[in-house]
């Protein structure tokens, strides 16, 4: 790349405004090629982004549409609806926003991923706690995570249907796989929980 090229793409990219995560999740969805209203975006999250990510609640998904409109990344109009409710607003990315998630997608840092796992901060507060009761948490995080493994896996049969959700496909299969993890790894923790009762029992007198 010669320097004036370089410069050029510097320049270009002092010119980005900073986004929080959010906002490109939200310009992640649209990037597909739909106009989607607010709520469109907020059932696709609940589809897709919330196994691996988190799903934007509709006030986080309408502020940061607010912003990306702003600086110009979507555009929106209103639009009569069949079924003779009020006019909905929906929202298509702009090339200057496709322009940007791509950048994004391809040039930003790679974060690792923050775990804050709360069963196991109560687990390893197990001092306090009855063995009854940390089994009864392990149980119902064992449940939590079959339920979301059972529906990841659904909703990857679902992705492979469409032909442009290729890629979420393979996330979501990433997820299923998360999810088996975390129900194997509870009960992992449930076996070596019985193995610390029976060391425990063999020591007292």
Do not use: C
């Not at 997608?105 to 009761?133: C, I, Q």
């Amino acid at each position: 790349m010669t320097d004036k090229k370089a410069g050029a793409a510097s320049a270009g990219d002092a010119e980005r405004p900073a986004l929080p995560a959010t906002s490109w999740a939200v310009l992640g969805l649209l990037s597909f090629g739909e106009e989607l209203s607010g709520y469109d975006l907020k059932k696709w999250s609940d589809w897709s982004l919330r196994f691996f990510y988190w799903s934007p609640s509709f006030s986080q998904i309408y502020g940061e549409l607010k912003r990306l409109e702003k600086v110009g990344y979507v555009s929106s109009r209103m639009v009569a609806q069949e079924t003779g409710n009020r006019d909905k607003r929906v929202y298509v990315i702009t090339d200057e926003g496709m322009a940007a998630v791509r950048h994004w997608a391809r040039e930003a840092p790679v974060e690792p991923p923050v775990l804050k796992h709360g069963v196991m901060l109560r687990l390893w507060l197990g001092h306090l706690l009855e063995a009854d009761r940390m089994r009864e948490v392990l149980g119902r995080h064992r449940e939590y995570a079959e339920t979301m493994r059972e529906r990841a896996e659904v909703d990857v049969e679902s992705a492979r249907a469409e032909e442009a959700w290729a890629y979420p496909a393979l996330v979501l299969k990433w997820s299923e796989r998360f999810y088996a993890s975390e129900r194997d790894l509870a009960d992992a923790m449930l076996a070596d929980l019985d193995e610390m009762d029976d060391l425990d029992a063999k020591s007292r007198p």
